[in-house]
């Protein structure tokens, strides 16, 4: 299995752009989640699904992010429009719950 | 908002000493996970103790529980170079099924 892939490694953008951001996750997991990591905050968990369904997107920071599961195997997270604050490492894992996840390499975004 | 805070923040050993890391959470738990985060790169998951579990191997790898104290611990014995990197707990909390929280890391660094 090649593991949990995203795309793209590296976006570089300007203020106002809109970003997305893609994963597929490892065939047959259940679970699929996106978090972002900064020095300052950690890593965060932004939003998961549950068989392609969104159940938990508390941590999803404004109405500026949005996140699909339309099949079992592809997401996105969209932003738009982007500001210089959402620069991070954005990454995305899946899992076959109870277990433990699978992260992909991340994406590493700069909003400039 | 960071369930787990591991302890210390960074650590530095030389190869072939044993590493220990601690890891301290707040509310109840279904599971608590260790994970590892080379310089760059995602998180990969070493290993998984239920919270009715007490002490788990794998490898060079001991994990233990204190669910009274809400506590956990990493052990590396045998150090090694390529054990350089960040060590991250991460708690699946009771009620959240399937949602993971992670803590903010200790870094370790191994040299010759």
């Known amino acids: 299995d090649a593991g949990v892939i995203q795309s793209p490694r590296h976006e570089v953008t300007e203020m106002g752009q809109e970003v997305t951001l893609r994963c597929k996750p490892i065939s047959g997991h259940n679970s699929l989640f996106w978090y972002r990591q900064t020095m300052m905050r950690g890593l965060e968990l932004l939003i998961y699904?549950?068989?392609?369904?969104?159940?938990?997107d508390s941590g999803m920071p404004e109405d500026r992010f949005s996140a699909k599961m339309p099949n079992a195997s592809f997401s996105t997270l969209k932003i738009q429009p982007s500001e210089p604050r959402d620069s991070a490492v954005y990454f995305c894992?899946?899992?076959?719950?109870?277990?433990?996840?699978?992260f992909g390499s991340g994406t590493r975004l700069t909003v400039v | 908002s960071q369930q787990g805070e591991e302890d210390p923040q960074a650590l530095s050993i030389q190869e072939g000493e044993n590493a220990t890391m601690n890891c301290s959470y707040k509310t109840s738990i279904n599971n608590l996970q260790w994970y590892r985060q080379n310089s760059g790169r995602g998180l990969v998951h070493l290993i998984l103790i239920r919270s009715n579990e007490r002490e788990k191997h794998s490898g060079r790898l001991r994990v233990t529980l204190d669910t009274s104290k809400k506590s956990s611990s990493l052990l590396i014995t045998a150090s090694r170079a390529a054990d350089t990197a960040s060590y991250f707990c991460?708690?699946?909390?009771?009620?959240?099924?399937?949602?993971?929280?992670f803590g903010t890391g200790t870094r370790l660094q191994v040299t010759l």
């Open positions: 991460a708690t699946e909390n009771t009620g959240t099924a399937s949602k993971l929280t």
């Open positions: 699904f549950n068989n392609n369904v969104p159940i938990d």
């Open positions: 894992a899946s899992s076959f719950i109870p277990g433990g996840y699978t």
